[in-house]
């Protein structure tokens, strides 16, 4: 079994920065790829991806909206991905998960990870 805890959100205005964490316990910490998705509270909203880190070949991978923006990045050390988000814009509000995937696959679908956290609320205000 995997646990994965994230931490960071909060309240930011438009412009500002937040780094949000997820540290992982449980299994060893050489799975294929971690990942960031992000749910908006609103009727409809499905959880989309946010960005990925491939743990085998070192590859990033963003989402359009957040390119130049979001940074994902790991520390092995530490079994903790992190997630910086600068320039944070009303439309980035949404709970933030982590994933991870043990087994290789397309990283922007949410079906290829295994295992995932709590969430953690990001808010930005305009």
């Known amino acids: 079994q995997v646990q994965l805890v994230e931490s960071g959100g909060g309240l930011v205005q438009a412009g500002g920065s937040l780094r949000v964490s997820c540290a992982a316990s449980?299994?060893?910490?050489?799975?294929?790829?971690m990942g960031w998705f992000r749910q908006a509270q609103a009727p409809g909203k499905e959880r989309e991806f946010v960005?990925?880190?491939?743990?085998?070949?070192?590859?990033?991978y963003y989402v359009d909206s957040v390119k130049g923006r979001f940074t994902i990045s790991g520390d092995n050390a530490k079994n903790t991905v992190y997630l910086q988000m600068n320039n944070l814009q009303p439309e980035d509000t949404a709970v933030y998960f982590c994933?991870?995937?043990?087994?290789?696959?397309?990283?922007?679908?949410?079906?290829?990870?295994?295992?995932w956290g709590q969430g953690t609320q990001v808010t930005v205000s305009s």
């Open positions: 994933a991870a995937a043990y087994s290789p696959g397309s990283l922007y679908d949410r079906t290829t990870y295994d295992y």
């Open positions: 449980g299994r060893a910490f050489s799975n294929y790829a």
């Open positions: 960005a990925a880190i491939n743990r085998r070949g070192g590859g990033t």
